[in-house]
């Protein structure tokens, strides 16, 4: 009967616990009662039926037990309360643009730079919840693996079957962000971003990439940009008629490229020279570009107190009327 319901004078109820006590206290009061006609004996009318009257002779005093019951819940101010949570979301857009330029083979990062950059990516998208992502891969070349997309089981899939080779070798880094703008630009998110990851040096493609970057920044498109390398040389696995064998080769990353497709388009540049600093550079991405979120709540209340008032007059009428007309003492 009480569920969901509060007690905003919740001190009140303890009132009832005199409800007891009051009936008792009436009970001995009618058992003292002395009456105005003595007989020696009252075994003359056990067997006389009793009259309605006689019958409802307690009704009254429950009645205004009951009354009082009332009025003290009335008291208590019972109330339910109803309560909502109106959220309103701002997807993102993003483009996550990867190389998978023979290079991203070299094994600076474990197990090489391609693998660690797919598991980072991976552990981004799982991140990710609201958002539309796909996915732009490039050597020579530039691909979509992936449209914009918020189901991101077929996004991680297609990602996890990334490989080098796909395409042809090099680094269009200019074709890669051209490729991503066309997937962006028609976007009616108020949030269009591109994390373009790459190893070298521009030297493949028909677009320049200072090109690519202004008409990404025409089209409200933030890049970010992450070089991946360590510092000096890398090792690199060559195929040899007697197996792999690996041999140091110089890390040559356009940063100076980089950080002007960021600068151009109001993003950030990273390095990453390690599996460790490459985790935090997404993670980083990922607080700079998070789906904004206006949450209002409210909780309002509603008043019971009135039906428990009113019951309570009403018990307390009705008791009225049973003591001063149809259970009247007669004088």
């Known amino acids: 009967m009480f569920d969901d319901i509060e007690f905003a004078n919740s001190w009140a109820l303890y009132l009832l616990l005199l409800l007891p006590l009051m009936y008792y206290w009436y009970l001995k009061k009618s058992e003292n009662y002395t009456p105005s006609v003595k007989f020696s004996s009252l075994n003359l009318f ?3 039926p009793k009259t309605i009257k006689e019958k409802l002779i307690h009704l ?3 009645l205004r037990i009951l009354a009082i019951a009332f009025l003290i819940i009335a008291l208590a101010r019972p109330q339910t309360f109803s309560t909502g949570e109106n959220i309103y979301t701002e997807g993102i857009d993003i483009a ?3 190389d998978i330029s023979g290079s ?3 094994e600076d ?3 090489n730079r391609l693998e660690a950059a797919k598991k980072v990516i991976d552990d981004f998208i799982k991140g990710r919840t609201s958002d539309r992502i796909g996915l732009v891969i490039f050597s020579g070349e530039s691909f979509t693996q992936c449209p914009l997309t918020i189901d991101y089981s077929v996004l991680r899939n297609l990602l996890s079957e990334v490989k080098s080779g796909m395409i042809v070798d090099g680094t ?3 074709n890669a962000i051209a490729n991503a703008v066309n997937r962006l630009k028609d976007s009616k998110s ?3 971003i591109m994390i373009l990851l790459t190893d070298g040096v521009n030297n493949a493609g028909e677009i320049d990439p200072i090109t690519a970057a202004q008409i990404a920044q025409k089209f409200g498109i933030r890049i970010y940009t992450v070089g991946v390398g360590t510092i000096g040389n890398a090792p690199y696995p060559f195929q040899t ?3 792999i064998r690996y041999q140091m080769v110089p890390v040559e990353i356009d940063e100076n490229l980089l950080r002007q497709i960021s600068y151009i388009t109001g993003g950030k540049y990273f390095r990453a020279t390690n599996n460790r600093k490459l985790a935090e550079i997404y993670d980083e991405i990922d607080k700079l570009e998070k789906t904004k979120i206006e949450v209002t709540s409210y909780r309002h209340a509603k008043e019971l107190f009135l039906g428990w008032a009113f019951t309570g007059l009403i018990l307390l009428f009705v008791e009225f009327g049973f003591s001063k007309f149809y259970l009247r003492k007669l004088p």
């Open 46 to 48: 056990n067997d006389v």
């Open 60 to 62: 009254p005093a429950i």
């Open 96 to 98: 996550i643009v990867l």
């Open 104 to 106: 991203m083979l070299a």
């Open 109 to 111: 990062f474990k197990p």
């Open 172 to 174: 269009a880094i200019g």
């Open 190 to 192: 108020k949030s269009k």
């Open 241 to 243: 008629p007697f197996g």
